[in-house]
């Protein structure tokens, strides 16, 4: 089972996930868009990863 998540986690995999519908991989041009729906995008993975993975 996946650990119990906050809404911003969440946030950030359903964006992170949206964003793919445009960009198929994970080139500059898909961090560029990630970043302009979710500014602090990288402390949410930051955050998501320690959850997961500890
Ligand atoms: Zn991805």
């Avoid at 402390?43 to 320690?50: A, D, G, P, T, V």
Wanted: hydrophobic share 45%; proline share 2%; charged share 30%.
């Amino acid at each position: 089972m996946f650990p119990l998540m906050d809404s911003m986690r969440i946030k950030y995999v359903i964006i992170h996930e949206l964003c793919h519908l445009v960009h198929h991989d994970h080139t500059q041009k898909l961090i560029d868009l990630q970043t302009k729906e979710m500014l602090d995008w990288e402390k949410w993975k930051m955050k998501l990863e320690r959850l997961l993975y500890s």
